[in-house]
C-alpha cells in the first residue's frame, strides 16, 4: 500500500445504528456501549484484512483478550442515530496488539468517542501464549500500513 | 397452594438494585434486562436448593439452555429501585425444567413483572440430554415442593 | 393469511450480525438479546412503514411501552452469525400494538427464534393515552396487509 | 496518603455477584461490563455520602455526564464470581468530577480490574452547569478525605 493517505484504507470502518436499548434515562447512549462498538469495528477490521477472528479461536484456541480499554466522550450519541465506527491497528509486539477507534456521527461526521485498547493473546486457560503465525502477519500488515 | 407456607422455602428470593445501563431513554427499565433477573433469581434459588449451577456445567458438562421465555410487565421499575425477584421451579420432567418468576418494587411490594422460562438440558454440542442424576433429585424436590 | 405474498411487502427485514458483547459462556447468544433484536426489528418496520419512531417520541410525549414480550428458541445464534429480523404488525386496537418477529441465520436461512411484542401507547407519566393520529393510521395499514 | 486509614471511609465499597449475562464465549467477564459495575460502585458511594444520585436527577435537573473512562484489566472475573467494587472520590473542581475504582475478587482479594472515570455536571439540554451547592459539598468532603 503507498504511502498516499493508506491509513484511510486500512482503518475498517463499519456502521450501527443506535438501538433503544442502548440508550439510558439521560436520554443518550450509556458510556459502556461504546466499548462493545470497539469490539464491532474491530471485529470488521480484522474481516476487512482477512482476518475471521472466529475462526482464529476455533482453529487456534486462542484469545484476544482485552488488558486496557480507555474512551473519551466528546458529544452523545443518541436513539436511531447511525454512527460510523473507524478502527485501526496502531501496534503488533509480539502477542500483545493495539487499536484506536474513532465513532462519528454519519450525518455531519461529528466525532462523539475515541479511545483505544489493548489486548494480549493467550490461550483458553486465559495464559499468555504467541500469536499464530498466519494471524500476527495479518495484524502486522495493517499495523505497518497504519504507521506509515 | 396450601396454608402451610411451603411456597416460602421454595419460592428462591433475591434482591437487586437498578442500575443506570438498565434504563432506557423512556426513564424506565428496558424490556430486555427483565431476563437477566429472571437469570438472577433462577442461580440464586438453584444455589439455595443446593444445586450450583456454575459447578454442574463444571462437573457434568451440562447446560441449561433456554426454549422459551414469556414476560407480562405491570408497572416500571426505575434507576436505583430495589427489587425483590421470586422464583419457583414448576416442573421438572426429563431433561425440562420450567421456572416462574416474580418482580417485585421492595418498597411496597408492587407487582412489576411476570413470567417464565422453560430449559433443556443440552451437553456442550447443543444437544439434548439427561439431566446429571444429582441435580435432577434437587430439582424434583423443589418443583414437588410449589406443588404443595 | 393469503397466498398473494402481501405479507412480505409488510413484514419489515432487517439484518444484525451477531456481537461478542451478545454472547455467554455457553459459546452462543444470551436469551435476552433476541429481545434487543424484536426492538431492532420494530423500529425498522416503524421507519418502512414511515412512522419515525424516535420523531413519534419528540413530537408528541408518547412513548410504546411494553407490556408482554414471548420469545420460542429454537436454535442457538453465535457469534458473528449474520441474522435476518422479519417483523410483522399483528395487530392495532386503540392504543395497543401488537408485533410478531422471526429471527433466522442469514445463510442457510434457519430459523432461530421466533417471538411477539405486545405495547400500549403512553404518556411521559406511563398513563395510557390514545395514540396520535398520524401514527395510528400508519401502524393500522401495516397491520391490515399482514392480516390478508 | 497518611497512613490513618482514612480512605477506608471514603472509599465505597459495594458487592456484585457476577450475572451469565455478563459472561462472553471466552467464558469470562465481557469488558464493557466492568463500566457497569464501575457505575454500581459509584451510585453507592455516593449514597453513603448521603448524596441520592436519583434525587438529585429529579430535584435539580443536574446529570453526571461522563467524559472519559479508562480500564485496566488484571485478571478475569467469572460467573457467579463475588466481586468487590471501591470506589474512591479523587476530584472535584467546579463541575467536573473524578472517581477511581478498584474491582476484587471477594473470595481471596485478587485485584480484577482498576479503571477511573471523570464527569462532569450538565443539565437536560447536556450543556455545562455548576453542580448544585449541596452535592457540591458533599463530594467535596468525600475527595478532600481520600487525598488525605
Known amino acids: 500500500m503507498s504511502n498516499d493517505g493508506a491509513t484511510h484504507k486500512v482503518a475498517g470502518e463499519t456502521r450501527v445504528r443506535v ?3 442502548e440508550t439510558d434515562q439521560m436520554g443518550v447512549v450509556y458510556y459502556a456501549n461504546y466499548l462493545v462498538w470497539f469490539e464491532v469495528g474491530r ?3 480484522m474481516r476487512q484484512r482477512g482476518l475471521d477472528y472466529k475462526q482464529m479461536e476455533i482453529e487456534t484456541g486462542c484469545l484476544m483478550a482485552v488488558v486496557e480499554a480507555n474512551a473519551r466522550y466528546q458529544a452523545p450519541a443518541r ?3 447511525e454512527l460510523i ?4 491497528v496502531t501496534g503488533v509486539r509480539g ?3 493495539r487499536f484506536r477507534y474513532q465513532i462519528l456521527r454519519a450525518d455531519d461526521r461529528t ?3 475515541e479511545g483505544d485498547t489493548v489486548h494480549v493473546v493467550v490461550g483458553r486457560d486465559m495464559k499468555r501464549c504467541a500469536m499464530p503465525r498466519k494471524y500476527a502477519a495479518l495484524l502486522s500488515a495493517a499495523a505497518s500500513h497504519a504507521a506509515l
Chains 1, 2, 3, 4 share one sequence.
Open 85 to 88: 465506527v473507524e478502527t485501526t
Open 95 to 97: 502477542p500483545v496488539v
Open 19 to 21: 438501538r433503544y436499548a
Open 43 to 45: 471485529s470488521e477490521l
Open 111 to 113: 466525532l462523539l468517542c
Open 79 to 81: 436513539y436511531d442515530d
